[in-house]
């Protein structure tokens, strides 16, 4: 699975795109440390969290793309960094738990 | 790859500009041609410096030195200092005040965070007077 994937998936909205990457895993979690020193290279990471600290994190930690659950609001600065970073961000209505499912599946993870 | 010294000044309470110099930092040593693992080793553990300069010490500044074989950060502020420096590598202890983990911080993984990262982690902190953190991501 790629990044282009989520495109066609259906729950999920692409906000920010950016130049195609592999998802390689899902990982899910909202407190900023805790995906900063977990989340592996690669993973689509799956949090509410939709501030330009949750970019930060998702740029320095390389996932593969923010996955916003729950219908997160998704600051305007966040946008703005993530279009600059290259930062891929889709949103879904899923909680985090069911977006990992629909992605592990897609991916053939499961 | 030649060697390289950098600088930056981490502003204090400032949380939508932390995470410049990492991701400037990142983004020299990409160029440079380094390899993708020990990039992200250095922008992680330097991001959770910067996040503890700004939350914790009203800023700070950052020297970076780049080697073939790998980067050293010096992270320096003046801050209040760390009365128990054991207590405050214990992972999920935190101090950051609610506003802060409003945002998603103060989860008390920073120092650790910062030591699992670096090949090297060196912390020295007097109250009153500031921390020094020294790290080193070795370049496989």
């Known amino acids: ?110 | 790859m030649p060697n390289i010294h950098m600088h930056y000044v981490v502003p204090g309470d400032d949380f939508t500009r932390a995470g410049e110099a990492s991701a400037d930092l990142k983004a020299r040593l990409k160029k440079l041609g380094m390899p993708s693992d020990a990039v992200r080793k250095v922008a992680i553990a330097l991001y959770e410096g910067e996040i503890n300069l700004a939350i914790h010490a009203g800023g700070g500044e950052i020297e970076v030195q780049v080697f073939p074989d790998k980067v050293e950060m010096t992270l320096t502020d003046t801050g209040p200092g760390i009365p128990d420096i054991d207590l405050a590598m214990r992972a999920g202890w935190s101090t950051a005040p609610d506003e802060v983990r409003s945002l998603g911080f103060g989860a008390g993984m920073g120092l650790p965070n910062m030591k699992n990262y670096a090949d090297d982690f060196e912390i020295e902190s007097e109250v009153g007077v500031g921390t020094r953190v020294f790290m080193r991501v070795n370049v496989a």
């Not at chain 1, 390689?24 to 689509?44: E, F, N, T």
Request: a negative charge; charged letters at 15%.
């Open chain 1, 1 to 110: 699975m790629t990044t282009d994937d989520f495109a066609q998936m259906p729950d999920f909205t692409v906000a920010v795109p950016g130049e195609s990457r592999p998802v390689a895993s899902v990982y899910c979690a909202d407190l900023l440390s805790w995906a900063m020193g977990r989340a592996p290279a690669d993973a689509a990471w799956c949090t509410v969290m939709g501030n330009v600290n949750a970019v930060a994190v998702a740029h320095l930690a390389d996932v593969a793309a923010i996955v916003l659950c729950e219908d997160a609001v998704l600051d305007e600065d966040a946008r703005e960094k993530a279009a600059q970073q290259g930062v891929i961000i889709v949103r879904t209505g899923l909680p985090a738990f069911a977006a990992g499912v629909a992605i592990a599946q897609h991916a053939g993870l499961l």
